[in-house]
Structures are given as C-alpha cells and as structure tokens.
C-alpha cells in the first residue's frame, strides 16, 4: 500500500514537472513570435526586461535569469520551500527556452500585423502563465507578488498581474510610442483574462456553513490547517 502511494505521488510529481516546462515554453513562445519582433510592451518580467534592455543594453534571457533567481529567494521566504522548489524549474528554464526559441528564424516571421500579434501573444502568454500556476508553481519573476499578494491578503492572481503589469507598462511610456501603450494595454488585459480563464477551467468550489458557538477556535482551524477563507454571518434563532 505504502509503495503504490508513493508511486503515484512520482506521477503527480512528474506530470506537475511537465505542466511547468509546458507553460514556460507557451509563455516564450508568445514573447519570441508576437512581442519581441513587433517591439511590442508588456508586462511581467519580459516588461521589466524591455526596460532593461533599452536602459542598460541588459539581454532579455539574462535579466530574466537574474530576475527570476531574486524572486526565487522571496518566493522561498513567504510562500514555502515546496512551491519555491517547483519555481526553480522555471527560474532557469524559461531563460534557457527563452534563448533557444530566439534562434529559430521562423518565429520571428509569423505575422507583422500588431493586433494579430498582441492578441496571439496575449492569448499565449495568459495560458502558458495560467498552466504553470494551476500546477501549483510559477513562472518565476513578476509572478511572484501576485502570488504573494494572493496568499497574504487573499488578492485574486488575475487582480494582482493587472496591478502589476500596469505599473510595468507606465514605465516603458518614456521610450514606446502611444499606439504601442495601447497595444500594451490590450496585451496585458488579454492575458490576465486567460490566466483566470485557465485557473478556473473544469473546477467548482464547494461553500460550507457553520453554525456553532466555538466560532474563533473553528475559524482558525480553517485558516491555519487547511488553507481556507471564511466569511462570518450574525444569526439570530
């Protein structure tokens, strides 16, 4: 009994594994084929990146690398060791595809219509970004405060890449045209959407109500034990 537990919990382990390279390697692809030949901005990491780049001549992969690896070691501090080992996969291999896909000439060649591209990308972006995360990990980089915010404060991922990324876009205003913010602000709206869209795809949440007096101990059970909100009603019998 305990050896087919453990094996299952290999597969799970395994599939988990193959979820995050699959993710990271949609997410690039998006960033190869849509928004780094039509100089489009985002968000996220590759935002800041774009930043980077134009500022200090800093290579895309290599901040990417640099980035992720800090957010790496805060990732470990708040949100746990477990997911910040599942993060490690994609502190190094999203960097690593990121570089590879950057060498094939023929994505670079896809289209050169800008809404085609931003929705392409957005649509890429937000599900390779949504596969990671609904493995229980991330996609490393500015994936992190969302999540963070999420577990301290109980702000919804989709809320928090919004946030984000639109301080990320407000900074690359200095050296981006205006049609290209635009174009921006569409991108990051279009995958925050499929992030969220993907989160919730095939899942149902179950509400359960307590009527009791032991309300603080029963609360904090909930919250410590096994990870959950609550919501508190006055009832009157």
């Known amino acids: 009994m305990k050896e087919k537990y453990i094996n299952e919990l290999k597969k799970a382990l395994e599939w988990k594994r193959l979820m995050v390279l699959l993710g990271n390697t949609i997410y690039a692809v998006g960033v190869v084929a849509f928004v780094l030949p ?9 935002g800041i990146g774009l930043i980077m780049d134009y500022l200090f001549n800093i290579p895309l992969e290599t901040f ?6 800090i957010m790496f070691l805060v990732a470990i501090g708040i949100l746990g060791i477990s997911f910040a080992i599942t993060t490690l996969i994609s502190t190094f291999y999203y960097p690593f ?8 000439d023929f994505l670079r060649t896809l289209t050169d219509e800008p809404m085609l591209a931003t929705v392409c990308a957005g649509l890429l972006i937000g599900v390779g970004i949504g596969i990671v995360v609904r493995a229980g990990a991330s996609t490393g980089g500015m994936d992190i405060p969302p999540l963070v915010c999420n577990k301290k404060f109980g702000l919804p ?11 990320i876009l407000i900074g690359q205003m200095f050296f981006r045209d205006s ?9 990051v709206v279009i995958y925050s959407v499929m992030v969220d869209k993907v989160l919730v795809s095939g899942k149902s949440k179950i509400e359960v109500k307590i009527i009791s ?7 904090e059970a909930i919250q410590n034990k096994i990870d959950r909100g609550t919501t508190f009603f ?4």
Do not use: P, R
């Open 38 to 46: 039509l100089e489009l901005i985002t968000g996220g990491t590759t």
């Open 64 to 69: 990417a690398l640099i980035f992720n690896i």
């Open 179 to 187: 049609e290209k913010i635009l174009y921006g602000i569409l991108l």
């Open 97 to 104: 595809i990121l570089g590879v896909l950057q060498k094939v």
């Open 213 to 219: 007096d032991y309300v603080d101990q029963i609360n």
């Open 234 to 237: 006055m009832v009157e019998t």
């Open 157 to 167: 991922v989709g809320v928090g890449l919004y946030l984000f990324d639109f301080i």
